[in-house]
């Protein structure tokens, strides 16, 4: 099973290069007989650019039309040469892995947008394909993005470049200077944090479909098993149980669950003593495939292709509550303080609460015109949530917590489906080339008074 969704919504990014010029006032040059017999066609010749157009008619100018008017991007440090990424901290959204806050029903807390802050806007929303090429003649009056980045708090620091396919995983587990990062070409590639380079390439036989570190370890979910290594003691342990690819892990009270694609949540417990992973049980209530999975306020959470989330005690490991209100895929799901977030290729994502019965309602719907495909949180330098989504146009936007304001947003060739916060305000996008990106929170200028 593929997990490559599309979800309907995506508009065709390989248009021909003419269309990103569109139509204008009518010309009235008549000298150059290349185009005077098709001068309703307002498109620049590609091959006149470049000196080299040996057609007779043209079907294209030859002349350039009127630059629309500038505009500002941010520049985010792109095309700079490779340096280092190593931080001094880290700081997580709490409960996002087996924390104890209780829920409590904040109805009204979210979707107080307001203004759109730090967001610089131009006329298209779209890289310049020119510009990625490296020859675009319109330069700062272009009226596509020059830039991998909109807005203000981050910066693009450098760009990891060796998987052929998309990353499904990125992992920095603690204690370490190295970072994980794994793909559908059946590879884990371990980067050195000080110099970005590529230092060793594991070889697995087999599509990574997630990876995840906690503490030491780092688990690896593959077809038919889950890989464990501890990178403090090079233990190398190999966790036999699921039936088909493993698409989600997640580690809470002491244990480890893998979704996998035959619907079951798979569950092991460390053994200490044995310094292993035993088997304890198997969750089977999702009728299809589980994708997503994250613990907060002592329960596990599952988001599954059949559209539901279910809700489990990790006390007991029973489902206690099922939650229906997403109708496509749930991708990725997240804890936030005393809430659940979920996303879905459905193009929502939702909020939800407990009421006074602990039951958890959607309390607010935050709507987009893609789908969506990972939600990861992180808190900016000046210690306020921000919420990271990524969606099938090949974007990621990211908002201010609670308002759901747009704080900007980050571009990719491909969907980027992997996205890990790091040390020091770093956080690692990865996308469908195989190409991951490393990015950096710097401080929002301030109006001077």
Known sequence: MDLDYNGGNTTTTNKRVFHRIGGGQSVNDTSNQH???HQQNQKVCYHWRAGKCNRFPCPFLHRELPAPPPH???????????????????????GRRGGNSNYSNSRGRFGNKGDIRGVKRVNVEKVCNFWVQGNCS????CRYLHSWSLGDGFSLLTQLEGH???ISGIALPSGSDKLYTGSKDETVRVWDCQSGQCMHVINLGGEVGCMISEGPWIFVGLPNVVKAWNTQTNTDLSLDGPIGQVYALVVGNDLLFAG???GSI???KFNAATFNFEPAVSLKDHKMAVVSLVVGANRLYSG???HSIKVWSLETLQCIQTLTDHTSVVMSILCWEQFLLSCSLDQTIKVWAATESGNLEVTYTHNEEHGLLTLCGMHDLDGKPVLLCSSNDNSVHLYDLPSFSEKGKMFAKQEIRAIQTGPGGLFFTGDGTGQ??????????????
């Open 35 to 37: 185009n005077h017999q």
């Open 266 to 268: 798979l569950v092991w």
């Open 138 to 141: 319109f330069g700062d009056k």
């Open 304 to 306: 599954s292709i059949d």
């Open 164 to 166: 052929q396919k998309v």
């Open 436 to 449: 991951v990106r490393v990015w950096n929170s710097v401080a929002v200028p301030t109006a001077a008074t």
């Open 72 to 94: 500002a991007y941010m520049n985010g440090g792109e095309g700079g040469a490779k340096r280092g990424f190593a931080g001094n901290d880290s700081s997580s959204f709490s």
């Open 260 to 262: 996998t694609q035959d």
